[in-house]
């Protein structure tokens, strides 16, 4: 007997499909500009040694006593640190610490994070509709679909003139349902590399009051904008806690989702957080308590080894400063990256003025997919077909290997 009800292949993860034809592909010179994650000079993973040493601290030095369960929204030490270093630096951030109105937990990394933020909007909140930029990251498409919210585009990138499409994006929010959801990211905007500016995100900010939209900023990338995870803190997170703390009748609430992916490279650790600002006391212990009911059937709890990892970096002036120093490192390169690319591009077969002006992993090349798929058969580099290049994939070894490639592709 059979019992399964049709099913089919699933769409591939087109990221990790290229990963695949990656590996596959027997070029020497073959380049790997797919997937998200830092890469050193050799084109190796990399353990931050910050990181390193916030294990040797925890096996060696006996700092961790015990592999228990975390409580369901993470371990205590660890929200509080997290939620200092998030938005401790902020004067509005530091009452709001004070005044307890912040809901924190932690979760299964970033992902994890609006996962959990949009399962508990589909219980809680009244429209069921999240407004993205358009490009996103794209898995911000599934999430939300998958947690019973439907996903909606606002303008974002005008491939034209590569540049922010803010006319028409606050022309879209301008009509968007009062109360709808809108999803922002903080910094090193996926996949384009472009931010908007302080007066850009004032506009924004404005009409998300007019509409009475709920904002949710996804940070994964902060500190690789600036090099400092501080300053990178985003903008829009200073003029948000501003905005919420002197008048919480235009913003009465928002959420932001982080990751230590990125910036620690704790990918496979899994280790984020969630958070939920409210004025509210007594609404974010109703949150907190709806916040465990939905967890504990999903997950239970998160894992521990890489909060404890923060926890120790956080926590530890030294190594705070050691880790501060990893993050400036990565950026260095990357930006070296980005400049080397540029520099070795041919300026008179296009104006590439754009890639200057990106920040963090990513190069928005403005490349066709028929150019990405050239770039594929032709040179055997392997980036996503909206032109996006992860600079993590490129070192000193073949930025020229790949600007020259480009510009035969382009010629
Ligand atoms: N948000 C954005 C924009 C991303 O690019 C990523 C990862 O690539 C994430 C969130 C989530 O990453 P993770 O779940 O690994 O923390």
Request: proline share 5%.
């Amino acid at each position: 007997f059979n019992h399964w009800v049709d099913v089919q292949m699933a769409p591939p993860d087109k990221i990790l499909g290229l990963s695949e034809l990656y590996v596959k592909d027997p070029n020497p010179k073959k380049v790997n500009l797919g997937v998200g994650a830092y890469r050193d000079e050799e084109g190796k993973p990399w353990i931050l040694p910050s990181v390193k040493e916030a294990e040797r601290k925890l096996v060696v030095e006996g700092l961790e006593k015990d592999k228990e369960y975390v409580p369901i929204l993470g371990s205590g030490p660890y929200n509080s640190a997290v939620q200092k270093f998030i938005f401790g630096h902020d004067e509005f951030g530091k009452k709001l610490i004070a005044e307890k109105r912040i809901v924190s937990a932690q979760t299964i990394s970033g992902t994890g994070s609006l996962r959990v933020i949009a399962e508990l909007l589909n219980k809680f909140y009244s429209v069921k509709k999240c407004y993205m930029s358009a490009p996103t990251w794209p898995n911000h498409l599934n999430v939300f679909r998958d947690a019973g919210v439907e996903p909606a585009a606002y303008p974002y990138y005008d491939l034209d003139t590569n540049s922010l499409d803010i006319e028409n994006l606050l022309a879209t929010l301008n009509k968007a349902e009062k109360g709808a959801l809108i999803l922002l990211h903080s910094s090193c905007h996926n996949p384009t590399g472009l931010d908007a500016t302080s007066e850009q995100w004032d506009q924004i900010l404005e009409v998300i009051t007019k509409r009475e939209l709920f904002p949710i900023v996804d940070m994964a990338y902060q500190g690789f904008a600036t090099g400092d995870p501080i300053k990178d803190l985003g903008i829009v997170i200073h003029k948000m806690t501003k905005m919420h703390y002197e008048n919480p009748e235009k913003l009465p609430s928002f959420a932001l989702c982080q990751s230590f992916a990125k910036n620690m490279g704790l990918y496979g650790e899994r280790t984020g957080s969630v958070f939920l600002v409210h004025e509210s006391p007594e609404f974010i212990s109703k949150i907190t308590s709806q916040l465990k009911a939905l967890v504990r059937p999903m997950y239970s709890s998160p894992p521990c080894h890489g909060s404890k990892i923060v926890e120790v970096i956080l926590n530890d002036e030294k190594l705070y400063k050691s880790w501060l120093g990893d993050v400036a490192k990565i950026t260095n390169r990357l930006n070296e990256v980005r400049s080397g690319l540029y520099d070795n591009l041919d300026h008179s077969l296009r104006n590439w003025d754009h890639l200057k002006r990106q920040k963090g992993m990513f190069s928005y090349t403005g490349l066709s997919k028929d150019e990405m798929l050239k770039l594929r058969s032709d040179f055997s580099i392997y980036g996503t077909d909206d032109g996006r290049f992860s600079l993590a994939g490129i070192s000193n070894r073949n930025v020229k290997y790949v600007a020259e490639a480009v510009n035969a592709v382009v010629k």
